[in-house]
């Protein structure tokens, strides 16, 4: 699924964009990113988050209990080469129960704006 979205011209993106990851348990979502460009790129992977439990109030702190590893965060790409990356998350089994919006941005170091963004949803029963 990864691979059809970027040979369709996708930039950036994520297969599989919500999961239920119970507390304790280790899970991975795959990013896939696609150099559309005429030339080498560098890039660096970068996320940020947003959580809410199950009354819908914010969680402050979330990565204090849910750990995010992004398995290649800086990595070049030859014109129309694509690179598959794991982002692997950890839940502690302390994690407060909700839902943890991640972000994902993904940078060409030589340019001002991102090169793309995509995000991932990930509930905490």
Excluded at 69 to 76: A, D, G, L, Q
């Amino acid at each position: 699924l990864l691979e059809d979205m970027l040979n369709r011209g996708v930039k950036v993106g994520i297969a599989l964009f919500s999961k239920k990851i119970s507390k304790g348990d280790l899970d991975v979502f795959g990013l896939g990113v696609s150099n559309i460009g005429d030339s080498d790129k560098e890039f660096e992977i970068s996320y940020s988050v947003s959580a809410y439990n199950t009354q819908k109030e914010v969680i402050y702190n979330p990565d204090d209990a849910v750990h995010i590893i992004v398995e290649t965060p800086e990595f070049t790409l030859k014109p129309n080469e694509q690179e598959k990356i794991g982002i692997f998350v950890r839940v502690d089994k302390e994690a407060i129960s909700g839902t943890y919006v991640y972000t994902v941005t993904v940078k060409d170091k030589e340019a001002v704006l991102p090169y793309g963004t995509t995000r991932f949803t990930m509930t905490v029963p």
